[in-house]
């Protein structure tokens, strides 16, 4: 077996062992007695009806539209995926939203595809829903697949879901998620779209690789098997803060200075937790090995089959190596700044920058609002010109506010050689800052506590989801990011170690020679 199929199989397993459920909205769904049973299929009659034996001699009819939802639930079941099959009713949406994929009949209610439209909009109507990662497959018994995608197409790009149709003109992607169309056995459809007609128990498992297909790469591999590691892990992080523990969480919400505080502090020990099992699932499936390293590289060959890494030009395999092994004596240290190009073949640096911003800022959602503290980051108009700024305000002089406080802030600046630099996110830009540690630039500014938090919390801006805090003097003070605290810490504890530099006269010959 090959790199590349050895690499697909493991993909296919890692997804196997992520997805969980699916659920089928079909209102033509019949369930046949037992997986025993022998049934027979005749030719279609001009009714469009097919005749169905099975081996008890009773016989059922069975429309184009129709779907046997014992042989796919078996077949889901048989990839150890839950399946259920629903009728389009009101609870159907409620449902399916807790699936990962998403099986519609076109022809719903009246035999019309408005109410599919309309249901699929309902699925796709949230913020969140736009963006989960989800897999909707149309099944239907119509023979005009091409029409289907169309009237798919256009809904999706009214709704501003930015759709794009695959080079077959059939299946579509959009931000997130996928959404593929497939014809039932008794469908007639023409030769062009014949290797989409599929039997009932063919269907689970051409969704998973759809779905597979959604999370090719290096990166999407790590996070199924840490996302499926939380998933299967759930009952031991349960079991780790059971219910006969909260008497002690009870001290130790009582002895803290903040009470309110304790529920974060577990929040982040559970965040450990979760770790761990992640940790240990990665380890044990090495989503990244040798061969899905390889399978990714193969993709991103120029055409003489060679990686150029500024003047260096090295094949597969050294190009391989170089990525499990390190940097070696054909590329050093110095060329760091060509690897990511020579890889992709794309802008290095703006990929660069990306995955640095991802590394060291935390995700800071709306509930709670951000809070104005170590590692937070702003930027307010100082005589028209952007200010942009970094809070070294220690996380413990934040909180259990009263009255207007004065918070220190670095300046943001171009960075320069030999400065401490951080990447910020500008909207949908990413930008590089160097860290001003001379002291006598740093800012003060004064800011008023909420009432309730006893903290500086930033007030959300309905108009385009972003969030402001206001000084005493009514300045306004856009929040771009938070850094993690260990990233925030780290860069204080540089600042504390620059700051308490002795001085001393020594011999300046000694100190030259000494570098």
């Known amino acids: 077996m090959n790199s590349a199929m050895q690499s697909e199989d493991s993909r296919i397993n890692l997804v196997k062992h992520f997805l969980q459920t699916a659920v089928v909205i079909d209102d ?57 099959v629903v009728k389009p009713t009101e609870s159907a949406l409620h449902t399916s939203r807790q699936a990962d994929i998403i099986i519609l009949d076109w022809l719903l209610k009246s035999d019309s595809y408005h109410y599919t439209l309309e249901l699929l909009m309902d699925l796709l109507a949230t913020k969140t829903d736009r963006n989960s990662l989800r897999l909707i497959a149309v099944y239907t018994g119509e023979s005009n697949l091409s029409d289907i995608s169309k009237n798919i197409y256009d809904k999706l790009k009214e709704a501003d879901l930015n759709p794009v149709l695959d080079q077959n003109h059939i299946d579509i992607s959009y931000q997130c998620g996928r959404i593929v169309l497939y014809a039932k056995s008794g469908a007639i459809i023409s030769d062009q779209f014949s290797d989409r007609q599929l039997k009932e128990e063919l269907i689970p498992q051409l969704l998973i690789e759809d779905f597979a297909s959604m999370t090719t790469g290096l990166l999407p591999g790590i996070v199924l098997a840490s996302l499926a590691a939380v998933r299967d892990g759930e009952h031991r992080i349960l079991n780790a803060f059971s219910a006969d523990l909260d008497s002690a969480f009870l001290t130790q919400k009582s002895c803290i200075s903040n009470p309110n505080d ?91 920058k990306r995955l ?57 600046v171009e960075p320069k050689k030999e400065m401490e630099q951080i990447v910020v996110r500008l909207d949908n830009n990413y930008k590089l800052f160097g860290i001003e540690f001379d002291f006598a630039k740093g800012i003060s500014l004064t800011f008023e506590p909420s009432m309730e938090h006893k903290a500086v919390l930033a007030k959300e801006l309905s108009n385009d989801g972003s969030f402001e805090y206001k000084d ?9 990011g938070e850094l993690k605290a260990e990233c925030a810490q ?26």
């Open 28 to 84: 033509e769904a019949f369930m046949t007695s037992s997986s025993e049973d022998k049934i027979k299929v005749s030719d279609p009659d001009r009714s469009g009806v097919k005749s169905i034996e099975n081996d008890k001699h009773v016989t059922l009819t069975r429309k184009f539209h129709s779907l046997d939802a014992r042989l796919i639930i078996e077949s889901f079941t048989s990839l150890g995926i839950i399946c259920s």
């Open 262 to 352: 304790a529920e974060q502090q577990i929040v982040n020990q559970i965040a450990e937790e979760l770790r761990g099992l992640m940790d240990e699932s990665v380890a044990n499936t090495m989503p990244v090995d040798q061969h899905a390293i390889k399978d990714c590289l193969a993709k991103r060959m120029v055409s003489d089959k060679r990686f150029i890494f500024k003047k260096t030009e090295l094949n597969i395999d050294k190009t391989v190596s170089l990525v499990t092994q390190g940097l070696n004596s054909q590329l050093t240290d110095k060329h760091f700044e060509f690897l990511t190009k020579g890889f992709s073949g794309k802008d290095g640096v703006e990929l660069d």
């Open 356 to 412: 640095a911003w991802l590394m060291s800022f935390r995700t800071v959602y709306n509930a709670p609002p951000p809070t104005l503290w170590l590692g937070s980051v702003i930027v307010g108009l100082s005589d028209g010109d952007e200010r942009y700024l970094f809070c070294i305000q220690p996380r413990c002089d934040c909180v259990r506010l009263v009255g207007n406080n004065q918070f220190f802030f670095l300046p943001l």
């Open 472 to 480: 005493e003097n009514d300045n306004v003070y856009k929040w771009l």
């Open 490 to 515: 780290a860069i204080v504890h540089r600042l504390a170690n620059k700051l308490s530099r002795i001085a001393t006269d020594g011999s300046e010959w000694l100190r030259r020679i000494s570098k």
